[in-house]
């Protein structure tokens, strides 16, 4: 079974200062990996994701991931952290199963990112 | 930007009622899910449903839980008979022929 882990279920930064949320993965095979925001009172917005493309991923907003398979892992980066970046974070797999998945996600516990001026 | 819409946005029921949440998908997508999401805690897959029929389903969707696609543009979930812990945050997503789910903003259940 596939299962995600957020380390850091609070991250705090000062505005202009680098963002990294991290997220590593437990699967036989390597996943498709996403990456959601929640903002407060909203739903998901996906930011990005990886489908064994390139392992460097740029989404919105700025932020951008990279996948390293090695260290199974897909972290979330941005280099400066705007006050509009507060929000919880999603890191999310679903199998990489070719025409045969129905793309369950399997979600982080999520990373909650406070950005003080 | 096409979206997903999920009503009502907040739902209280009595323990025991029945409930239905619904939700209109992205119109060209064929892939339907339900999460939720109780305070504090992950986001959990209840089930995906495809071509008609449910697809995947998790241990959290027994016997209570049903989904329908009565039209062609609404997907709805009913819980038959509500418990204490079916309070939580529920969502619904879709996909279309890529791998990326699109969700709505949620229908917060509170079971009294």
């Known amino acids: 079974a596939q299962s995600v882990t957020q380390l850091g279920s609070h991250v705090s930064v000062s505005e202009g200062a680098l963002v990294l949320l991290r997220c590593n993965y437990s699967?036989?095979?390597?996943?498709?990996l996403f990456w959601y925001v929640q903002y407060p009172n909203q739903g998901l917005q996906l930011l990005l994701k990886?489908?064994?493309?390139?392992?460097l991923v740029k989404g919105i907003n700025g932020f951008e991931a990279e996948f390293k398979k090695s260290e199974t892992s897909f972290h979330l980066t941005k280099p400066s952290a705007h006050m509009s970046d507060a929000a919880e974070y999603f890191c999310?797999?679903?199998?990489?199963?070719?025409?045969?998945?129905?793309?369950?996600?399997?979600f982080g516990q999520g990373t909650i990112l406070t950005v003080h001026p | 930007e096409p979206e997903v819409t999920q009503t009502p946005s907040h739902q209280v029921t009595q323990m025991g009622q029945e409930v239905i949440l619904r939700c209109v998908p992205i119109?060209?997508?064929?892939?339907f899910y339900w999460y939720r999401q109780i305070l504090g805690q992950k986001v959990e897959f209840l089930v995906s449903?495809?071509?008609?029929?449910?697809?995947?389903k998790s241990e959290i969707f027994d016997d209570q839980f049903s989904v329908e696609r009565p039209d062609g543009s609404n997907f709805t979930l009913k819980i038959r008979s509500t418990k204490l812990e079916d309070s939580a945050m529920y969502f619904c997503?879709?996909?279309?022929?890529?791998?990326?789910?699109?969700f709505g903003p949620g229908t917060r259940l509170t079971v009294t």
């Open positions: 997503a879709s996909k279309g022929q890529g791998y990326e789910q699109y």
């Open positions: 119109s060209n997508h064929l892939y």
């Open positions: 449903f495809y071509n008609n029929e449910i697809s995947e």
């Open positions: 999310a797999v679903t199998p990489n199963a070719g025409g045969t998945s129905y793309g369950k996600l399997t």
């Open positions: 699967s036989s095979v390597p996943p498709y």
């Open positions: 990886y489908t064994s493309a390139a392992t």
